[in-house]
């Protein structure tokens, strides 16, 4: 007789636990049907890549000294670089520099160690190609800048959630001058930068 109570109150839980995580799941879809959707229809509208997007990366072919610091930091030792030593300069003259970004794992330590910045990040993420090959990029096409989203007359510039103003969730209809919820880098130096001219004006003061 116990038992059976015993598997009657052990059903009667579980059939109370699994009505409320149903009931859970029910409430997260229902709070999704109020809100409005924020698709992007891409490639008709695209999103603004942040500050410190790592996209395609950017070659500056006069600017390379062939100092091959890049391929010692890169854990994959993915550039190519293919230079002579010229010997009325006493001088590396660089002759090729490619990088195959079909297996790059843009970790941004080529472009972070380069002591001449002859290689810089790009907002370009739209790398998909038929033939793998084709993303082994040489001088010239690395050297390529690309369009950027705030430019392109053909395409409906769209922040990210990151950037969208505090409270504000859909990226549509927002204006350019809305300030976004957090600060930017700049601001944060300068109000770093009045904090500690207070200090030392308090310091003085006393």
């Known amino acids: 007789m116990f038992n059976f109570l015993k598997e009657v109150g052990r059903y009667a839980k579980h059939s109370f636990l699994a009505g409320r995580y149903i009931g859970q799941g029910l409430s997260v879809t229902f709070d999704h049907m109020r809100r409005r959707p924020i698709t992007v229809q891409y490639p ?10 790592r ?9 390379c000294i062939s100092c091959e610091v890049c391929v010692r930091v890169c854990p994959i030792n993915l550039p190519v670089v293919d230079w002579e030593f010229d010997k009325a300069s006493k001088k590396k003259k660089l002759n090729h520099y490619s990088i ?7 970790c941004g330590n080529c472009v972070e160690f380069c002591p001449t910045n002859c290689l810089s990040f790009t907002e370009e993420y739209e790398l998909s190609v038929y033939d793998r090959h084709e993303l082994n990029l040489d001088n010239v096409a690395m050297g390529r800048l690309p369009y950027k989203v705030t430019e392109d007359a053909m395409v409906t510039p769209l922040r990210e959630l990151v950037y969208l103003p505090k409270a504000v969730l859909n990226p549509h209809g927002v204006p350019d001058d809305a300030h976004r919820a957090g600060m930017l880098p700049s601001e944060i130096l300068e109000q ?4 500690v001219n207070e200090i030392n004006s308090l310091k003085n003061d006393s």
Do not use: M, T
């Not at 008709?44 to 997007?53: D, G």
């Not at 195959?100 to 843009?106: E, H, L, M, S």
């Not at 770093?192 to 904090?195: C, R």
């Open 55 to 63: 996209g395609r990366i950017h070659f500056e072919f006069d600017k």
């Open 192 to 195: 770093a930068v009045e904090n």
């Open 100 to 106: 195959d970004f079909g297996v790059c794992i843009f």
């Open 44 to 53: 008709y509208e695209k999103l603004i890549p942040s500050e410190r997007f």
